[in-house]
């Protein structure tokens, strides 16, 4: 801001005339502060006005100056600060107010104005403390809901990504279905009492197996299902199938160019070398 | 700033130690420029007396809070003369006749004192030029409180004019007086 058009803007003297709106007077006294030039031309505008207005001089009547004094005399120790004079004289707002600085005040009983502005300013120290308190607990109120909101914010980018790897997943896996030299073999149930099926999607070519758990029963404690190939009548592992889990599960098995057929058998918790027969659940021919 | 007569000074130091001295001399010095201020604001003389009372021990009471660097003590004594004539004023929503400026007496040879900041008698001759209806908004803002409102309906003329003439005004004051009271 350049302090001279400021001033040229005539802004001050409308200040001085009371013509500025109260937000107009706060920027005068704001600028005034800031700049030294806006200060300077403030002050001496102001001593104009009163120099103007010292043009009507008159003698006060015989006796003032006494009733005056002896006035004084009751104001006891006498000057009492005043918080905040304004500089200037607005005519919509009197620089002289009552709010006087209680510390400050006289302390004497014979001063009912001293006791009423100490208890104004008690009061107003309560408010204020109340206000204070008030804004305290809505600040911290509002400390817990942002950090609520951080959480829940965290934890849905989390299940984002989460969506997104699993996105990820169902596509590759759906390519590896869809290959043309993929083939599906279904396994069905050995046991004629217990249902169950399984499905494996083989590409010899590409040495890929998927299988999708389809129907099985759960597994008993310490046990998990294991995924074998027939080659050449001989068992082969392929795996272990996650525990309770339906999802399609890929498996990219080396070496399996050739197969007979599919099994799956229930095994010790971790698999075993070579299958337990009379544990076999499902089984399907390629 | 302005220069600060030695009597201001030593005001200045005798009120912030709490000595009535200072009131006595500000009487002495001062006295008939506030009062005059009074008469000139307020309806009647007797208002007049009273405001005058009222402020003389206003200054007393918040000496402690004037502030050198902020405004001279005159200026500063003037400002709370004239609040506590508005207060009054639009407390008992009085205000004086309206005196036409060309009828003004300007009661110079009442001033002796040596510490006002002008030559009075001179302040005088100069202030005749201002254009009379730029010194009547002057008047009615700063003497009498009115609002812009209440004076561009009281002249019935624009708000825009009511600006205009104050600001103009006040130039033509400030090239007249800034010789006497120094930069």
């Known amino acids: 801001m350049d302090p001279k058009k400021y001033i040229e803007s005539g802004i001050i003297e409308d200040y001085l005339m009371g013509f500025v709106s109260e937000q107009e007077r706060q920027e005068v006294q704001c600028m005034s502060k800031i700049y030294p030039e806006i200060n300077e031309a403030l002050r001496q505008a102001e001593d104009i006005m009163s120099t103007w207005a010292a043009a009507s001089a008159e003698e006060p009547p015989a006796g003032m100056k006494e ?148 129907q099985l029963p759960a597994e008993a404690e310490n046990s998990q299902y294991q995924l074998w190939a027939i080659v050449k009548g001989k068992p082969v592992s392929i795996g272990l199938l996650a525990l309770n889990s339906n999802e399609l599960q890929l498996q990219n098995m080396s070496g399996l160019a050739e197969a007979d057929a599919f099994a799956i058998t229930l095994e010790p918790l971790g698999g075993s070398e070579s299958p337990t027969l009379d544990q076999m659940v499902v089984m399907g021919k390629v | 700033m302005s220069k600060r007569p030695p009597i201001e000074v030593k005001i200045v130091d005798l009120l912030q130690d709490g000595k009535q001295e200072a009131m006595s001399l500000i009487y002495d010095n001062y006295g008939a420029v506030l009062f005059g201020l009074c008469v000139r604001m307020m309806p009647s003389r007797e208002d007049a007396e009273e405001v005058f009372q009222e402020a003389m021990i206003k200054i007393w009471r918040y000496a402690q809070s004037y502030d050198a660097d902020k405004a001279r003590l005159y200026t500063w004594m003037m400002n709370i003369t004239r609040n506590a004539c508005i207060d009054q004023i639009r407390k008992n929503d009085r205000r004086p006749q309206i005196q036409d400026v060309e009828t003004h007496v300007y009661k110079v040879d009442a001033v002796h004192q040596s510490n006002l900041p002008v030559d009075h008698i001179g302040l005088e001759k100069e202030l005749e030029k201002l254009r009379p209806e730029d010194r009547k908004v002057l008047e009615l803002a700063y003497f009498q409180g009115f609002t812009q409102g209440e004076i561009a309906k009281k002249l019935n003329v624009p708000l825009g004019t009511v600006k205009t003439r104050a600001r103009k005004a006040i130039s033509e004051l400030k090239r007249f007086l800034a010789r006497d009271i120094g930069s």
């Open chain 1, 67 to 214: 009733k005056i004094m002896a006035n004084l005399g009751e104001q006891e120790k006498g000057p009492v600060a005043m918080p905040a004079l304004k500089v200037v004289a607005s005519s919509h707002e009197p620089s002289v107010k009552s709010s006087i600085n209680p510390a400050a005040s006289p302390s004497k009983s014979s001063q009912p104005i001293g006791w009423i502005a100490a208890a104004a300013a008690l009061i107003l120290s309560f408010f204020l403390a109340y206000q204070w308190q008030d804004s305290l607990q809505f600040m911290q109120a509002m400390e817990q809901e942002i950090v609520a909101q951080d959480q829940e914010l965290e934890t849905l980018g989390n299940q984002l990504q989460e969506l997104q790897g699993d996105k990820e997943q169902y596509q590759s896996l759906w390519a590896a279905v869809s290959e043309p030299g993929t083939q599906k073999i279904t396994l069905n149930t050995v046991q004629e009492d217990k249902p169950a099926t399984a499905t494996v999607y083989w590409n010899p070519e590409k040495e890929e197996t998927l299988f999708y758990r389809d």
